[in-house]
């Protein structure tokens, strides 16, 4: 397999984990959500860098400001809008409007060197947004009102995740390490927002099994894979690929009996699906192809830019 189809592969695994997210989110309920989000990057932080210690690459957690700026303010500020809409807005709309980030992902990546951005990306992504609107519609909280403020913090926040996973290329050079000492930056921030703002609770042993699983799973190993992939793989795919979140989260759910299967998820199931075929590229015959156009180049250079339509007799 090409680097940059392995680098791509491993961003499917952040997506796999990210569709966790909702059902664990839901398991710590009762727990306030910047409490939430310290403990479980406390979590990650301590698993990363003991992981660093016994393989002795402590070391790679010395880079440069930039670095350390692009990771903790895209990872930290993302959640800190993301926890402020859903205070202020329907959780519906305000993941409908989260939920753009996937798109923005494929249209940002266009403006990377070397990159050009082609119709049927665009068309995946419309169809992966389509399919996510479906899932958001016809979800039963859909209705309900919100503040302004609350809409915008959802609408900054898939700004602030696409803008933060295109500018990871600039820095493609730096190792994926460095999360870990970004998820305890992050984990020190949240402490200091959840002091000043919330009231300490002491989470019960279910609400402590799944801080413990955020904080391995999607809160943690999912940012070392995402960083990977976002620094080495085709960022136009990923952008499409990641609507498989909100649907694979959706079907956790239904299988957890938290809610109930309908019409719009079977309806956005083929969407999402379809949509990330279409972004892939299909050969006339009906199977999907993976051709890299550009020669392979070493790290910290311009890489491949994605994905061609191949036919093929």
């Not at 602030?160 to 500018?167: C, E, L, T």
């Amino acid at each position: 397999m090409r680097p940059e189809a392995r680098a791509t592969a491993i961003g499917g695994l952040a997506i796999l984990l990210w569709s966790s997210l909702a059902l664990l989110a839901v398991m710590t309920r009762g727990v306030p959500p910047f409490e939430t989000l310290a403990l479980s990057f406390s979590i990650a932080f301590v698993a990363g860098f003991l992981l660093l210690a016994a393989s002795g690459r402590v070391s790679r957690l010395r880079q440069k400001p930039l670095a350390w700026a692009i990771g903790f303010g895209g990872i930290f500020t993302y959640h800190a809008l993301y926890f402020f809409s859903l205070d202020n807005a329907p959780p519906a709309q305000a993941s409908l409007l989260n939920y753009l980030w996937p798109l923005l992902i494929v249209l940002f990546s266009a403006l990377l060197p070397g990159s050009h951005l082609q119709r049927r990306h665009l068309l995946g992504a419309a169809m992966g947004l389509a399919g996510t609107l479906l899932i958001l519609l016809g979800s039963r909280n859909a209705g309900g009102s919100g503040t302004a403020f609350g809409y915008a913090c959802a609408f900054a926040a898939a700004f602030v995740w696409s803008g933060y996973s295109v500018a990871n290329r600039r820095i493609s050079a730096v190792p994926s390490e460095l999360i870990a000492g970004v998820c305890g930056a992050v984990a020190i921030a949240a402490f200091c927002v959840h002091f000043s703002i919330e009231k300490t609770v002491s989470p019960g042993a279910a609400q402590s099994l799944a801080l413990v699983a955020l904080g391995l799973g999607p809160v943690g190993l999912a940012f070392f894979f995402w960083d990977h992939a976002t620094k080495r793989g085709d960022l136009s795919l990923l952008g499409t690929l990641s609507y498989a979140a909100p649907l694979l989260s959706t079907l956790l759910l239904i299988v957890a009996g938290r809610a109930p299967l309908t019409g719009p998820i079977i309806g956005a199931a083929a969407l999402i699906v379809g949509g990330a075929a279409v972004s892939v590229g299909i050969r006339r015959n009906g199977i999907a192809s993976l051709s890299a156009t550009q020669a392979d180049t070493p790290a910290g250079g311009e890489w491949p830019r994605g994905f061609e339509m191949v036919d093929e007799d």
